[in-house]
């Protein structure tokens, strides 16, 4: 009997909400932070409307990764296959870290006539070290030493070359020898600067022409400089050519292609551009291929830019590096770092990461994207297959304050493989670990006979984020008799319902008492972080920016951030105040006759309607082609594909309640209690 009592109140409870005031008609979703809603152990936020959309809370920031390696995790990647449509392959992918590093970043990666490969790295300390650290697989990268630290060396390594037998090399400032396949490193030379006393920078990778034994004839290596009175990003960069007949000691044969410039018109004005770093390797057929990073399209000089906006061209040299061909504009911004190998069929691939996906003919970014990708050249570098470009590894990433050409990756390495395979590595700066995908570049028929109409959308394999973490107690959040108190550092995710995400018409209500901070927080959103549908989505937000905006409490409906759909604005001055730090009940209702906001039941006095089309959840659904697999419903933050977020709120938050109609200014006051 006392089970049946027990069992009939929990009915009861959740069949309507606790406080008997609330008007349920229509209620779909029921929050109430003092009343049973706080989260559990798990960080469930539970549902008091009988519906079960219960909600999780997450953390802002994603607790730091402890990873220093995975070992090999499967892994997918995709080829283009000429059409606009992907191939799924399969692939490996691992994360390696030295212990203690802030920031792993790999550059450089070669096999030795030992059998290992060795993996060059900074390893870098904020404020405190960068210096050069290696490691050694013994199996093609299936297993890896510890991080050596190569003593009495600083900086990041760059060039790190074999030279055959037990010989290496790498640069960083000097040039750095060992001679026992990297155990020890007890000689070093000068880096010389080119015959004009300028810079010989470095970035990419040498070529070494061998002997039948393997040992090093001469190397080919590209530096680069920027002439006196020139910087970036308006002025162009230089790259001279040079090579070494003796393992780098001396060097020879410098060259300065008047081909490596090119110009771009602007707004009615050509500027001269250059290029900047450089990979270098001998094709099949014997002529000398570069790989060089392009200076920035001068079309970005109006936004937002730095360097991320560069680009990769291709070169060739016929007469070994005497003269050289005019350059082949692969990328003209995003993509660069790049490095090539030749394969042991002849094949050359080109492995570049992805800073900003770019969309070359717009001069803007065509997507979130960023990671690592590869091309391919089966004729001695003459063309290569852009539109069956592999895309190695993926993961969105935008940042908090709006600076889209951040892409938190760089810095490259590939080596070729017996047998077709190739590993590629490159640095990813969120969680500061060098990313190594192990592929094979598969032939163009096989492509096309496996082609997939649909891309396949993944983050990538070994990533952490807040889409899973669960926020903390007391770190994260405060749970208090009067409500959730939150201070920036966690969201609150609703769950991807139909109920929820085909709501056109209907009411949000807050009941909270909200911060002042110099930012635009953000109340709910439903955006979809689908990389190939990307929608920004249906949000309602506070703007406490300081400047000439006068709005404080706002709608917003779009697809892309430069194109609004719809918006409903609140000014500050108003009656009664759009934002005040008190206690207060915030409504959103949205019916056939557009979108209103109200305060503790009172519409405002004054308001501004731009467009037209207001909706709730469904207008990202509808954007998003009715794709709801990338759909996110958040409470409290923006949040973004790649895992981070802006626009946090610092509130204490009562209640949230959602329902499925447009409430009236009647049951408003009701549920404020008046």
């Known amino acids: 009997m006392i089970r049946q009592a027990h069992l009939l109140f929990l009915l009861l409870a959740l069949a309507a909400p606790l406080n008997a005031q609330v008007v349920t008609d229509g209620l779909l979703l029921h929050y109430d932070f003092t009343e049973g809603s706080a989260p559990d152990a798990q960080g469930v936020i539970q549902d008091l409307s009988g519906h079960g959309l219960d909600g999780v809370i997450r953390p802002t920031v994603p607790a730091p990764a402890m990873v220093e390696r995975t070992g090999w995790l499967d892994h997918h990647i995709r080829q283009g296959d000429g059409r606009g449509g992907w191939v799924p392959r399969p692939a490996k992918i691992q994360a390696l870290k030295a212990p203690g590093s802030d920031q792993t970043m790999p550059f450089g990666i070669v096999s030795m006539d030992n059998g290992e490969l060795a993996l060059i790295c900074s390893d870098e300390k904020r404020g405190k070290y960068t210096r050069p650290v290696i490691a050694f697989s013994p199996d093609g990268g299936d297993t890896w030493s510890d991080f050596q630290i190569i003593e009495g060396a600083s900086g990041r390594p760059m060039n790190l070359t074999w030279h055959g037998g037990g010989r290496l090399s790498f640069v960083t400032g000097r040039r750095y020898y060992s001679d026992d396949y990297g155990r020890t490193w007890l000689r070093n030379v000068e880096h010389p600067p080119t015959k004009s006393g300028r810079r010989f920078h470095l970035e990419g990778n040498a070529w070494v022409d061998r002997d039948e034994q393997g040992n090093a004839l001469a190397i080919h290596e590209l530096g680069w400089h920027y002439e006196p009175g020139k910087s970036h990003p308006v002025d162009d960069a230089t790259v001279v050519y040079r090579r070494s007949p ?3 000691e001396t060097w020879t044969a410098e060259v300065t292609p008047p081909q490596w410039k090119f110009s771009l018109r602007h707004k009615g004005e050509d500027h001269l551009r250059g290029v900047s770093e450089g990979a270098i390797a001998r094709a099949a057929n014997g002529d000398l291929v570069a790989a060089l990073r392009s200076d920035m399209p001068p079309q970005y000089f109006d936004g937002p830019h730095d360097d991320s906006l560069e680009g990769t061209a291709i070169s060739i040299s016929a007469d070994n590096g005497e003269t050289w061909s005019e350059m082949d504009i692969l990328y003209y911004a995003g993509r660069h770092h790049a490095n090539l190998q030749r394969m042991p ?13 770019c969309d070359d003919t717009q001069h803007k970014l065509a997507s979130y994207r960023r990671g690592m990708d590869a091309v391919v050249s089966r004729d001695n570098g003459r063309t290569w297959n852009l539109d069956r470009r592999y895309e190695l590894d993926a993961y969105d990433y935008s940042r908090p304050d709006g600076y889209w050409v951040d892409g938190k990756a760089g810095h490259i390495g590939a080596v070729a493989l017996e047998g077709g395979q190739m590993i590629s590595v490159y640095g990813y700066y969120q969680p500061g670990v060098a990313v190594l995908v192990k592929w094979t570049p598969e032939s163009d028929e096989v492509a096309d006979a496996n082609a997939s109409p649909e891309p396949t959308w ?29 201070h920036g ?31 635009m927080p953000l109340l709910i959103q439903s955006n979809s972080v689908h990389r190939e549908k990307r929608v920004n989505g249906f949000f309602l937000a506070y703007d406490l920016r300081p400047g000439p905006s006068v709005q404080r409490l706002f709608s917003d409906q779009r697809v892309e951030l430069e194109e609004m759909e719809y918006s409903m604005q609140v000014a500050g001055p108003n009656t009664p105040l759009a934002f ?41 659904l509808d954007r998003a082609g009715g794709d709801k697999s990338a759909i996110y419903l958040s409470v409290a933050s923006r949040v973004n594909a790649e895992g981070t977020v802006g626009g946090r709120l610092h509130a204490r938050l009562t209640s949230l309640r959602i329902y499925d109609r447009a409430l009236s ?10």
């Open 665 to 674: 200014v009647e049951e408003l006051r009701r549920n404020w209690g008046e």
């Open 246 to 248: 003796d393992g780098g």
């Open 580 to 620: 005040e730090e008190v206690e207060q009940q915030i409504a959103y209702v949205v019916s056939d006759d557009g979108g209103r906001f109200y305060r503790d039941g009172q519409p405002f006095e004054t308001w501004q309607e731009t467009g037209a089309g207001a909706s709730l959840f469904n207008y990202t």
């Open 345 to 357: 069929g002849g094949d050359l691939v080109c492995t570049m990461v992805v800073r900003a996906d």
């Open 489 to 519: 550092a966690a969201w609150i995710q609703l769950p991807r319902d139909d109920r929820l995400l085909g709501l056109d018409r209907g009411t949000i209500e807050f009941v909270m008492e909200p911060k002042k901070i110099d930012d």
């Open 458 to 486: 993944t983050r990538s394999s070994y990533d952490t984020d807040i889409f899973s973490a669960v926020a903390q107690p007391d770190r994260d959040y405060v749970v208090a008799d009067d409500g959730l108190r939150l």
